[in-house]
Every structure is written in structure tokens, then in C-alpha cells.
């Protein structure tokens, strides 16, 4: 990767350059160009400029530049694994899996349904008067979207994004984070290559205020943000000054709560994957895990055998689970969690400690207990390889603990029990509950993603996700040609009576009301009939006869 930003389908290069460097080595993995003020409004510019270009593209074509991409990427799926794993220090299996696997499987599902997800659909008519129009919803594009993003899946969430953008027909500015941005720039060479018309999708490598600054600009219409609540925050400030659409995917505090039938095999196991892997930064990692005190001691001393097990090490080596975190910053957070829990009387069972001898950002897989919402490690975010865990007594224990956050990411209960599941998943106050698994459905792209509290707003993936980034347009239609309507002007004697009957017949209590109101309205059966087809009171008679 050459460092190069994309604007308009050309490689770009500018003066001023940050550097990539890798977190397990402390080496540059490469140099990337920073745009300026100016050059971020000229990649604004290119998104508006390809708007209609891409809006009317005929969605066959779409579907076929879709295919391209996603042939692309497999081919270029290793070296794209490798660039994730030196940036941003997740093992080359696991940015394998989770990022490039992930990435094509939705790539594979907005291709395939290029011009089928938001199809316009009718909308009948529950008031009689309008009975005789025809309604219906349309989807229309909003036009440029920023799409600005994170580093702890650096290749996964822009990906993500810019699908459901360009499925909704808008087009793309993607400002990634500058701790990743060779990555970022990947994925914009990629469709680049698969014959994206220029302009629709524009990658530029920007420090803060250049990104502000994008953010205000009158050319873009959505804002799709992911980071941390504080950013977030002020990205939605920033947008109400032109009221630009936005979603907001934030941080999140997931919990995991392991009932007494769980099988504990699979609990243990899925405990310590979801928690340590990309080193626990992942907005749904498990976070704090709630075990029943009738299981605690076999479940701990799984979770104990299995953390020990977790190898970490450089993530381009073999055999490696765990590799650093992927800033200084993000380490010193993880520290600061695990001190202020020691210091307030939790047990450190695993970890605890940077690994020994190695320059990078590593840190060891922790597992704490003897913890309590009074520390950290348990309120706020950690964003890195910490499980601490707590026991309950009784299910309403376990959902209150749970839903005592500021966070509603997801969730997730370990049980064999479908009927329990059921009663957690309708108690649970998150964007999404798993049951036996946990954060899987964020590469399922027929689900959804996002949350509720300081998590965010909005949903992203899916149909749902693109509903926040179109214009979803009634069209009501009414072609019978009578000259007015019953309730325009002028307004007299004849209209409140109309009204005053209406109203009794639909919404009144008694029968015997209601006749004497349908027997009052046959005076007024010629403006009735004047202004909206006598049909229409026919077909309401059922509901008009309904007590
Ligand atoms: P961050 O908020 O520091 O930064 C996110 C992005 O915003 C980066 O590209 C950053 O450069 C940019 N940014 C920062 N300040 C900005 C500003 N004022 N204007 C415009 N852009 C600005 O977050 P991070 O540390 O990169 O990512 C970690 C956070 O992201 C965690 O809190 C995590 O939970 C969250 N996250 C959430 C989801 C989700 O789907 N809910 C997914 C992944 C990550």
C-alpha cells in the first residue's frame, strides 16, 4: 500500500504524511498522505458530483460492480488480512475470519439484493374518507455520506458502512481513523478496481478538524459515525447546525449472563473468545459476565484453565490467539481499569500484567472476580482483554445487574432453556440479545446493529439499517376527479354536521347513536356525495357498526 488517498477514483498524494505503525513491533508499517481543508471539500465535492450518476445506475450494473468487489477482495483477502494484522494487531486468522469473512459475506448479501431491499411498497388507507386514493412509500437516497470510523475494525465497519450507503444510493466520503488508515485506503482501491464510476466512493485521510469541517460542510446529508460516546457526542452536536442525518454506533459494556442449565463447556468457551479476541476491542465484546451462583465454581475454573490457554504474541506469527492492543492510549485505559478494581478489592485469578519483553502495546488476557458496580471494570468501557465476573442469585437479580449500564449494545444468556431465553431476551435492554453466542450477529447482514442508551442512535445493517439513510417518501395519489373534498372550504352549517354524525358513527358507543347519526347524514348525502365516493361509507359500515 502506497499511502495514497482516493478521490475520484485517482490516487492522491499530498505533502504533509502521518505514519501507520504497527502495535506489536513499534515499526511503520507504512506512510500515509493527510488531505488538507481543501482537499477534503473536493472529495465532498466528487461524492455530490457522482450522486446522479450513481443514484439512477441501473441496479443490474450494480449488482455486477458488487461481484467484481467481492471477487476482488477474495483475491486480495490475504494481503488484506496481513495489513489489518500489522495496523491494527489482531492475529492474521482472526482478521481473516472476522473482518475479510465477515466483509464478504456482506458484500455477497447487498449484491445479490442491488435494487431489491428498498423497494417502494403500497400503503393502504385506514380512514374511509381516503379510501379511494391509492398510497404508497417510496426510498430515495439522501446524497454524500460521511462515513467515519473507528480503528478496532478497521477493514469490517467501513466495509459495512459503505455497503449499506451505496445500497441506499448515496454516495461516500470515508474519513478513517488515522491509527489505520492503509487499511481503509485498501477497501477504497478495492472497489476502485471493481469499476465504482468515480466520485462515489472517495477515501480521505484527514486529522480532526479537516473531519469537522466535512461534517458541516451543506454537501453532505448523512453522517454514519462509530467510536467512543465522548466523540460521538460531539459529532451529533456538530450535526444539528445543518440538522444532517446521523447515526451514531458507540461504546458498549456488554453483558453475559450464565444460568445454573448452561452448558458450561460451551459458556467457558464462548466467555473467553468474545472477551479476548481483537484483544477485547470490540465495541460487542463481552464485558462483565454474570454467572448463577449455583455454577460459579465449575464455570470460573474453566474460564481460569481456558484464559491460561490464550497464546499471545505477534499476530503475523503461527499459533498466536492474542496480540497487542492497538494504541498507547487504549492500554493505558485497560491498566487504569485493572488498578482501580485491585485497589478496590478484586481478585486478579489470570493476567493482569503487560507481557515481558516485547516492545509493543501487550497486555495479558485478565479474568477478575470479586468484583462490583462500584468499579470500573464493570461501569465503564475497557475496551481491551478484561472478563471480570460476578455471581447472582435468581433470574430478576441477574437481569437487573445486567441492565444497570449506561450502555445497551447487546447481550447475551446462556442457557438450555428456550422459555427463559425468551423471558431474558424481552427484559434485556439492548439492541440485540444472543442466546448460547454472543456479537456473531454483527457479520450477519440480515440483522441489525446499533443500541439504546449512550450507546447510540439509529440502526446500521440490514433493512433496517438503511432505512436511516434514505428519505422514505409517502406518495399519495388520487385521480377520481371530483371537484372538492368534504372537508375543504367552505366551511358552514353543513360540514360541522357532517363531522359532528362522522364522528359518533366511527367513534361513538351506542348503536342506537350511531343509526340516528348515519339516518341524520342522508341531507347531507349531496355533498357527500359531491366531494368523496358514497363507496367509501359502504366500506366503512363494518367498522362504523362496531361498538
Ligand atoms: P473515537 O471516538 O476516538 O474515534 C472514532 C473516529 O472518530 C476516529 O476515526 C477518530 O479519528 C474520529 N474523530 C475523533 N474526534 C472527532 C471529531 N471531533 N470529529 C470527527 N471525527 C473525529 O473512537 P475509537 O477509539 O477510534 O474507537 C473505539 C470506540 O468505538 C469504542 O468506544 C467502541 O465501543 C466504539 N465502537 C462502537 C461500535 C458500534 O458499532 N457500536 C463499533 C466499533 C467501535
Same mark, same amino acid.
Given at each position: 500500500?502506497?499511502?495514497?488517498?482516493?478521490?475520484?477514483?485517482?490516487?492522491?498524494?499530498?505533502?504533509?504524511?502521518?505514519?501507520?505503525?504497527?502495535?506489536?513491533?513499534?515499526?511503520?508499517?507504512?506512510?500515509?498522505?493527510?488531505?488538507?481543508?481543501?482537499?477534503?471539500?473536493?472529495?465532498?465535492?466528487?461524492?455530490?458530483?457522482?450522486?446522479?450518476?450513481?443514484?439512477?445506475?441501473?441496479?443490474?450494473?450494480?449488482?455486477?460492480?458488487?461481484?467484481?468487489?467481492?471477487?476482488?477482495?477474495?483475491?486480495?483477502?490475504?494481503?488484506?488480512?496481513?495489513?489489518?494484522?500489522?495496523?491494527?494487531?489482531?492475529?492474521?486468522?482472526?482478521?481473516?475470519?472476522?473482518?475479510?469473512?465477515?466483509?464478504?459475506?456482506?458484500?455477497?448479501?447487498?449484491?445479490?439484493?442491488?435494487?431489491?431491499?428498498?423497494?417502494?411498497?403500497?400503503?393502504?388507507?385506514?380512514?374511509?374518507?381516503?379510501?379511494?386514493?391509492?398510497?404508497?412509500?417510496?426510498?430515495?437516497?439522501?446524497?454524500?455520506?460521511?462515513?467515519?470510523?473507528?480503528?478496532?475494525?478497521?477493514?469490517?465497519?467501513?466495509?459495512?458502512?459503505?455497503?449499506?450507503?451505496?445500497?441506499?444510493?448515496?454516495?461516500?466520503?470515508?474519513?478513517?481513523? &488515522?491509527?489505520?488508515?492503509? &487499511?481503509?485506503?485498501?477497501?477504497?482501491?478495492?472497489?476502485?478496481?471493481?469499476?465504482?464510476?468515480?466520485?462515489?466512493?472517495?477515501?480521505?485521510?484527514?486529522?480532526?478538524?479537516?473531519?469537522?469541517?466535512?461534517?458541516?460542510?451543506?454537501?453532505?446529508?448523512?453522517?454514519?459515525?462509530?467510536?467512543?460516546?465522548?466523540?460521538?457526542?460531539?459529532?451529533?452536536?456538530?450535526?444539528?447546525?445543518?440538522?444532517?442525518?446521523?447515526?451514531?454506533?458507540?461504546?458498549?459494556?456488554?453483558?453475559?449472563?450464565?444460568?445454573?442449565?448452561?452448558?458450561?463447556?460451551?459458556?467457558?468457551?464462548?466467555?473467553?473468545?468474545?472477551?479476548?479476541?481483537?484483544?477485547?476491542?470490540?465495541?460487542?465484546?463481552?464485558?462483565?459476565?454474570?454467572?448463577?451462583?449455583?455454577?460459579?465454581?465449575?464455570?470460573?475454573?474453566?474460564?481460569?484453565?481456558?484464559?491460561?490457554?490464550?497464546?499471545?504474541?505477534?499476530?503475523?506469527?503461527?499459533?498466536?490467539?492474542?496480540?497487542?492492543?492497538?494504541?498507547?492510549?487504549?492500554?493505558?485505559?485497560?491498566?487504569?481499569?485493572?488498578?482501580?478494581?485491585?485497589?478496590?478489592?478484586?481478585?486478579?485469578?489470570?493476567?493482569?500484567?503487560?507481557?515481558?519483553?516485547?516492545?509493543?502495546?501487550?497486555?495479558?488476557?485478565?479474568?477478575?472476580?470479586?468484583?462490583?458496580?462500584?468499579?470500573?471494570?464493570?461501569?465503564?468501557?475497557?475496551?481491551?482483554?478484561?472478563?471480570?465476573?460476578?455471581?447472582?442469585?435468581?433470574?430478576?437479580?441477574?437481569?437487573?445487574?445486567?441492565?444497570?449500564?449506561?450502555?445497551?449494545?447487546?447481550?447475551?444468556?446462556?442457557?438450555?432453556?428456550?422459555?427463559?431465553?425468551?423471558?431474558?431476551?424481552?427484559?434485556?435492554?439492548?439492541?440485540?440479545?444472543?442466546?448460547?453466542?454472543?456479537?456473531?450477529?454483527?457479520?450477519?447482514?440480515?440483522?441489525?446493529?446499533?443500541?439504546?442508551?449512550?450507546?447510540?442512535?439509529?440502526?446500521?445493517?440490514?433493512?433496517?439499517?438503511?432505512?436511516?439513510?434514505?428519505?422514505?417518501?409517502?406518495?399519495?395519489?388520487?385521480?377520481?376527479?371530483?371537484?372538492?373534498?368534504?372537508?375543504?372550504?367552505?366551511?358552514?352549517?353543513?360540514?360541522?354536521?357532517?363531522?359532528?354524525?362522522?364522528? &359518533?358513527?366511527?367513534?361513538?358507543?351506542?348503536?342506537?347513536?350511531?343509526?340516528?347519526?348515519?339516518?341524520?347524514?342522508?341531507?347531507?348525502?349531496?355533498?357527500?356525495?359531491?366531494?368523496?365516493?358514497?363507496?367509501?361509507?359502504?366500506?366503512?359500515?363494518?367498522?362504523?357498526?362496531?361498538?
Amino acid at each position: 500500500m502506497d499511502g495514497r488517498l482516493i478521490i475520484r477514483n485517482e490516487r492522491v498524494e499530498t505533502g504533509t504524511k502521518i505514519v501507520s505503525e504497527n502495535p506489536a513491533t513499534l515499526a511503520p508499517v507504512g506512510e500515509v498522505s493527510v488531505a488538507s481543508r481543501e482537499l477534503c471539500a473536493e472529495a465532498v465535492r466528487a461524492a455530490k458530483d457522482a450522486f446522479p450518476v450513481w443514484r439512477w445506475l441501473d441496479p443490474r450494473e450494480k449488482r455486477a460492480i458488487f461481484k467484481r468487489a467481492e471477487n476482488i477482495m477474495a483475491r486480495r483477502a490475504s494481503e488484506a488480512a496481513r495489513l489489518i494484522a500489522m495496523e491494527k494487531g489482531s492475529p492474521y486468522p482472526e482478521s481473516l475470519a472476522v473482518e475479510v469473512f465477515g466483509a464478504l459475506q456482506s458484500l455477497n448479501y447487498y449484491g445479490q439484493n442491488q435494487g431489491r431491499l428498498l423497494r417502494s411498497g403500497r400503503a393502504g388507507h385506514h380512514a374511509p374518507l381516503f379510501f379511494h386514493k391509492s398510497g404508497a412509500f417510496h426510498f430515495h437516497p439522501l446524497g454524500p455520506t460521511l462515513i467515519i470510523s473507528p480503528w478496532n475494525f478497521p477493514f469490517l465497519i467501513p466495509v459495512c458502512d459503505i455497503l449499506s450507503a451505496l445500497t441506499a444510493g448515496n454516495t461516500v466520503v470515508l474519513r478513517p481513523s &488515522t491509527s489505520t488508515p492503509l &487499511t481503509a485506503l485498501l477497501v477504497g482501491e478495492i472497489f476502485a478496481e471493481a469499476g465504482l464510476p468515480p466520485g462515489v466512493l472517495n477515501v480521505v485521510v484527514c486529522r480532526v478538524p479537516e473531519a469537522e469541517a466535512m461534517i458541516v460542510d451543506r454537501g453532505i446529508q448523512s453522517v454514519m459515525f462509530t467510536g467512543s460516546v465522548g466523540t460521538g457526542r460531539r459529532i451529533a452536536r456538530l450535526c444539528s447546525e445543518n440538522l444532517t442525518n446521523v447515526t451514531l454506533e458507540l461504546g458498549g459494556k456488554d453483558p453475559m449472563i450464565v444460568l445454573e442449565d448452561a452448558d458450561l463447556e460451551r459458556a467457558a468457551r464462548g466467555a473467553v473468545w468474545t472477551a479476548f479476541m481483537n484483544c477485547g476491542q470490540s465495541c460487542g465484546s463481552i464485558e462483565r459476565a454474570y454467572v448463577a451462583r449455583e455454577v460459579a465454581e465449575p464455570f470460573l475454573a474453566r474460564v481460569v484453565e481456558l484464559a491460561r490457554e490464550v497464546r499471545v504474541g505477534d499476530p503475523l506469527d503461527d499459533g498466536v490467539d492474542m496480540g497487542p492492543m492497538a494504541t498507547a492510549g487504549q492500554l493505558k485505559v485497560v491498566e487504569e481499569h485493572i488498578a482501580d478494581a485491585r485497589a478496590k478489592g478484586a481478585k486478579i485469578l489470570v493476567g493482569g500484567g503487560r507481557v515481558d519483553g516485547r516492545p509493543g502495546y501487550f497486555i495479558e488476557p485478565t479474568v477478575l472476580v470479586d468484583v462490583d458496580h462500584g468499579m470500573r471494570c464493570m461501569t465503564e468501557e475497557t475496551f481491551g482483554p478484561t472478563l471480570p465476573i460476578m455471581t447472582f442469585d435468581g433470574d430478576e437479580q441477574a437481569v437487573a445487574l445486567a441492565n444497570d449500564s449506561d450502555y445497551g449494545l447487546t447481550a447475551s444468556v446462556w442457557t438450555r432453556d428456550k422459555r427463559r431465553a425468551a423471558w431474558f431476551a424481552e427484559r434485556l435492554e439492548a439492541g440485540s440479545v444472543t442466546i448460547n453466542d454472543h456479537m456473531y450477529s454483527f457479520v450477519e447482514p440480515r440483522a441489525i446493529w446499533g443500541g439504546i442508551k449512550q450507546t447510540g442512535m439509529g440502526r446500521s445493517h440490514g433493512p433496517f439499517g438503511l432505512h436511516e439513510l434514505v428519505n422514505i417518501k409517502y406518495v399519495g395519489m388520487d385521480f377520481l376527479g371530483k371537484k372538492s373534498q368534504t372537508w375543504w372550504f367552505p366551511y358552514d352549517r353543513s360540514l360541522s354536521g357532517i363531522m359532528e354524525k362522522a364522528i &359518533t358513527l366511527f367513534h361513538g358507543a351506542g348503536r342506537a347513536d350511531k343509526l340516528r347519526a348515519a339516518w341524520g347524514l342522508k341531507s347531507e348525502i349531496r355533498r357527500l356525495n359531491d366531494t368523496s365516493p358514497l363507496l367509501n361509507y359502504v366500506l366503512a359500515l363494518p367498522r362504523m357498526l362496531k361498538k
